[in-house]
């Protein structure tokens, strides 16, 4: 084959490729339309190739060049197929920047209803609140917990005991702020700081609702579970006070404390039944000290005095917080 035979090939094969390509383009856009122009390229290649020598096509029988013959018609049938197909089928397959750019927008407003459903941010209320509690900030900061923790409990759970802190005296104040730290230093980080915020103001308001000390309630919530509403003993009581459940159900579902077993493990809800029922032993016995046999089922004097040296420090605790108040 001479080597003009060789150019005029190659010309034609460039001009036809050309060709193809600029309509591809335009018909069906980039995508769809390179596939299409790398398919027809590759059946030009081969129908425009050189032909087989003399000696090479002597050689052939009619059953070997014929299945070549056949593809290449085959191949000429494609093109024409292509040709005639509609571009809205081209266009119904997005391309990979549009389904990117639905999926952005489909992020976007999912982001934006999730905004809408949640809460705002309470940053400004809480640094325009003037009348937040001395005590009370001292004693968050102290525990390392925002202001902006305790005004999001406040409205994620507005039937709780925090809900009223505002509406408590300030010696009440004083002694949520001190049972933060009181929990804080004897939990030994077993208990989160939502829950030391929620079940410091449970005990003071619950033990001020049911006539007994919080010193008192804070040393048996202590004594019993270190303070840690998710507790649970090993015969059975469960929650900061480990109150019995087989005994007290009836009486703490009837008077609607709880519903459930599970409730016990929450901050408040655990709080108010264990002070209900500590408050009851403390009014039928007339006096903690005498309660305290009664509480545990069989309190020995090592028992009564590890009460008792857990409400002076709860004391110390507080008589400290309020020193440091003081001074300033």
């Known amino acids: 084959m001479t080597d003009t035979y060789k150019t005029r090939l190659i010309e034609r094969s460039k001009l036809t490729g050309t060709l193809v390509s600029v309509f591809f383009l335009a018909k069906f856009g980039a995508k769809q339309g390179l596939c299409y122009n790398n398919f027809i390229l590759n059946v030009v290649r081969v129908y425009t190739r050189s032909p087989p020598s ?30 005639l197909i509609p571009p809205s089928i081209a266009e119904e397959t997005p391309s990979k920047t549009e389904e990117e750019s639905a999926f952005s927008n489909l992020s976007n407003a999912i982001k934006k209803r999730k905004e809408q459903l949640l809460p705002k941010p309470l940053e400004p209320f809480v640094a325009a609140y003037k009348d937040y509690d001395p005590a009370l900030e001292k004693a968050l900061a102290k525990a390392d917990i925002k202001k902006t923790l305790v005004e999001i409990l406040k409205y994620k759970y507005p039937k709780s005991a925090l809900s009223h802190l505002d509406s ?9 702020a001190a049972g933060i730290l009181y929990i804080k230093s004897r939990s030994s980080g077993r208990v989160s700081k939502s829950d030391i ?3 410091s103001a449970a005990i003071v308001y619950y033990a001020n609702k049911y006539k007994v000390r919080a010193e008192d309630a804070f040393a048996m919530a202590d004594l019993e579970s270190h303070c840690n509403p998710k507790s649970v003993g090993r015969r059975g009581p469960v929650g900061a006070f480990q109150v019995l459940w ?11 404390i709880v519903a459930n077993r599970e409730d016990m493990f929450d ?23 005498k309660s305290l046999r009664r509480y ?3 309190a020995s004097k090592r028992y009564t005095n590890m009460f008792f040296a857990r409400v002076a420090k709860f004391q110390k605790v507080r008589a400290d917080l309020k020193k440091s108040l003081q001074k300033k």
Request: positive net charge; contains cysteine; glycine residues 8%.
């Open 54 to 83: 003399k000696e090479r096509r002597d050689s052939m029988t009619n059953k070997n060049y014929a299945p070549r013959r056949k593809f290449q018609l085959f191949c000429l049938a494609l093109i024409f197929l292509c040709l």
């Open 168 to 176: 408590m005296t300030a010696e009440q104040k004083l002694d949520v």
């Open 197 to 199: 915020v929620r079940e």
């Open 246 to 256: 087989r005994v007290h159900a009836g009486t703490l579902i009837r008077r609607a």
């Open 267 to 289: 901050a408040d809800k655990g709080v108010h039944a264990g002070v209900y029922v500590f408050s009851g032993y403390v009014h039928a016995a007339g006096s903690v000290r």
């Open 296 to 298: 545990k089922g069989s």
